[in-house]
């Protein structure tokens, strides 16, 4: 055996004077509690002070260049590590640095170590994990006696790449270099490599970290330990200093702790942001934008179970790929990006950001987040400000517990790129409470990148956590896939699916009065027959075709502004799900714009949603079978009252609750809101949107949509009709058409409208609904649902109803010119009056009976 010696290879770099307004983040854990920070003179700009609430060490030494609890530049993280590894090398010399092996500590210094691994060149890495992989042999384990969780594995796909061996006559000589982020006791390095040496003795160890902070005692353990096992030991550190600590340091901080946070709960029961500013909990969370890396086959997502110099020649030319894809989900605008890593997954994130820094103008920086739990105190001299608290996702061995992400809220992000593993993209990653709903409040704009979880060949995770990718369940498969034209509606086939059954050959069809006597009186739902389609005269076809020529740059505006706001809050690559019929038309505008302005074809689909009934669960399943749920965004026409938005979200709550399935964002996207009901429209006035004056000639020949019992199963879509028989008539195409012709024309007014929505106060106002409900009140109704605001459902009123009257907002122009033809041809008065959100509003006849419609009861038969 060698005689045991250390050698001490750190190096005091260059003192750097301190800017004299700048907070030390340590002062106020040293002023409070007496602890001093002693070292070089970089060691206050490497390491902050916090506390934490651990039984073991009350202090936490927290570092400005790891990528843990500090947002910092990708590059400088990646930078200290990969300096590191270039003094082993020159140290090992290069023979000897082709014969190491890294190893990592989890979680902190997992991707210290690969950079570590990187900068020697050519040396395999591994880290210890505290996440147990079935089928994989256990090569070792320790303890690590100050952490919050002890129990490291080390799970090697090769099991010889510890033993010295791993095909290599002369490896047994090769030097283990062993890396963590601080060296504060050395009673890791002992439990690890007495662990090691019992079952793989070496000749040569060498210690790397960011700060040797060990006490001149414990130095001199290490020194005899290396002696007992008859090895040499070498330490690389970048500073070297020590933390001294005063007497009863530990029961003073617990204590301090304790009161803390007990201020906190009492300043902030539902504190989401310590230091007194809390998560805003009424507004609806954006959401996430989940990115295809194209992650490069083969390449394992860190060092959990290896990772060789073969894989570092399949990820460095992927990279830049990867990170364009990132660049062009983040659009163009963004000022200051955060990429945000998961636990032990930091090496991944780290080089993704080390790529994306190059790649855009932003200030990019790079954090994870972590098991540990850190008391957050808000002020400049404490080195955790903020801290976001939400449930581990990756089905943890030890059980659920809390998570924690710090200095993320309140860093002044655009953005925040989260990268996870597939192991820990689960339904408690995008469930309520969970780091994606977390994060919303505190970015414009989330991302989500997942990188695929490395197993072992021959090896299984015990049960892991349902990746939350597609759901494609079995009842899934059984139901049929989207209608598509020209079989089901005039729309070209690319245009939409319509996940609807075809009951085209089905009469469904009554009268007018017929259907409206059946629905007041209880005897029958709207859905569950359809009126006799309008059969509009000449003069009503030229009003429209007047009125389309009117406003199709309002309406291309719209359109533009919608889209462009859906692009920038949902991402590149939303899913567009429009409500038939009414939504569909402008859900093909929508994708129509995609295309002609960013060159992306965005899936589009249309769905049923029923008053009263809810939204079509099996429509939601193969679409959470076939797409991300969080991808699906929701488009309607416009909001009359708000009763859809309100249907909407009490369908997805209850279809989430008893389907299993989550993610779905139940907000809608409206070309226009004059009901003030949505955050995301094109407009909110009341104007004339050509395509509510006809039914379903303007809506690719589609019937509005059908739900009954003896027609519609429980596995079955619900059902509509095409109207091939209409289509001399048919309009569609034509309308369509004449709005995306005036694209080009309003492209400067939406790209100015939107920058200014995006930081306008959009929260709904409900200024609609309360307007309804005085309507209803002050002319005897006492129902809402007869009270149909808006140009577009006071059309659909005289269209498809028994209206009894029409209000219209005095002065109102060529928006109502349709309407007032409308009302003539069907005997209903037009009152104008005053102080009126809407540009007008139809009545429904309260108490209808048959024959009686109109002020004065007169008989009006269907056409």
Known sequence: MLEGRVRVGGRVRGQRKETANVVWSGSWVAERLGVELVGDGELRELLGLALRRNPKRAHLLVSNVLGKHVPQSPAVVYGAGVELGRRVRELLGEDGARRAVVLGYAETATGLGHAVAD???SAPYLHSTRRPVEGVARAGGFEESHSHATSHLLLPEDPDLLTGDAGDDDAPDATLVLVDDEFSTGNTVLNTIRALHERYPRKRYVIVALVDMRSPADRGR????????????????????TVRLPEGVLEKGQALVAE??????????????????????????????????QWPAGVPDGGRHGFTPAHRALLEPALPAMADRIAQALG???????????????YAPLRLGTALEERIGAEVRYSTTTRSPVLAVDDPGYAIRTRLVFPAHDDPADGPGERYAYNVAGGGFDAVVLVVDSTADTHALHGPHGLLQRLTPHAAHVLLAVVPSYV???????????????????????????????????????????????????????PTEEREEAIQSGGAHYAESLPVEYQPSEQYQDLFKAALDLSAARIARAVGTVTETVLAERGPRPVLVSLARAGTPVGVLMRRWARLRHGIDLAHYAVSIVRGRGIDANALRWLAAHHNPADVVFVDGWTGKGAITRELAAAIAEFEESDGTEGFNPEIAVLADPGGCVRTYGTREDFLIPSACLNSTVSGLISRTVLRSDLVGPDDYHGAKFYRELAGSDVSGHFLDTVTDRFGDVADAVDAEVKELLTADRAPTWEGWAAVERISEEYGIHDVNLVKPGVGETTRVLLRRVPWKILAKRGAGADLEHIRLLAQQRGVPVEEVDELPYTCVGLIHPKYTRGATGADGRAVESK
């Not at 290396?226 to 040499?232: D, L, N, Q, S, V």
């Not at 201020?263 to 989940?290: F, S, Y």
Request: net charge negative; proline share 13%; aromatic share 6%.
């Open 119 to 121: 900068g020697l060149g």
């Open 222 to 241: 290490l020194a005899e330990f290396a002696e007992e096992i008859g090895a040499r030991v070498d330490l690389v550190a970048r500073n070297t200093g």
């Open 260 to 293: 803390q946070e007990a201020a906190q709960a009492a300043a902030e029961p539902r504190v989401g942001w310590p230091g007194g500013k809390p998560e805003p909990l009424c507004i609806l969370p954006r959401p996430h934008t989940r990115i295809d890396l």
């Open 332 to 346: 163009e605008h963004p000022r200051r990006v955060l990429v945000l890593g998961f636990e032990e997954l930091m």
């Open 456 to 510: 072992p060949p021959g090896a299984s995770a015990a049960e892991p956590a349902p990746s939350y990718t597609p759901q494609r369940q079995e009842e899934s498969a059984m139901l049929p896939e989207p209608l598509r034209g020209p079989d089901f509606s005039s729309y070209a086939p690319d245009e939409v699916g319509w996940l609807l059954q075809d009951l085209s050959d089905t009469e469904l069809e009554a």
